[in-house]
C-alpha cells in the first residue's frame, strides 16, 4: 500500500482517482487505507494518486510492503472476483 506524507496540501485531486476507494480526508491531512490500497493492481498499470499529486507525498508504507500477488488477492477480495 502506498502512504501520505505530511507534506500534502489538501488539494483532493487524488481522491476521485483512486478505484478502491482508499483515500479520504483526515483530521489534517488525505489518508490512504491500506487495507483498501492495492497500488493500482487490477485497475492501472501505475498508481493514480501518485500521478495527479501535485507535490509528490504518495511513497509507498514501509509498514505495508506487498507482493504483486498479494495487490491482486486484495484487489479480488474488495471487488469479489
Ligand atoms: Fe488508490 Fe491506487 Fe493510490 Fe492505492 S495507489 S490509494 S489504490 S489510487
Ligand atoms: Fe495531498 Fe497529494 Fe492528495 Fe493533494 S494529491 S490531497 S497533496 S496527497
Given amino acids: ?3 501520505i506524507t505530511d507534506e500534502c496540501i489538501n488539494c483532493d485531486v487524488c481522491e476521485p482517482e483512486c ?11 488525505y489518508v490512504i487505507d ?5 497500488e493500482c493492481v487490477g485497475h492501472y498499470d501505475e498508481p493514480q494518486c501518485q500521478q495527479v499529486c501535485p507535490v509528490d507525498c504518495i511513497p509507498h508504507s514501509p509498514d505495508h510492503a506487498e507482493t504483486q500477488d ?3 488477492a486484495k484487489y479480488q477480495r474488495i471487488h469479489g472476483g
Avoid at 491500506?34 to 492495492?38: A, S
Fill in 19 to 29: 478505484p478502491n476507494s482508499a483515500i479520504s480526508q483526515g483530521p489534517e491531512i
Fill in 70 to 72: 498479494q495487490l491482486m
Fill in 34 to 38: 491500506p487495507n483498501l490500497c492495492t
Fill in 1 to 3: 500500500a502506498l502512504m
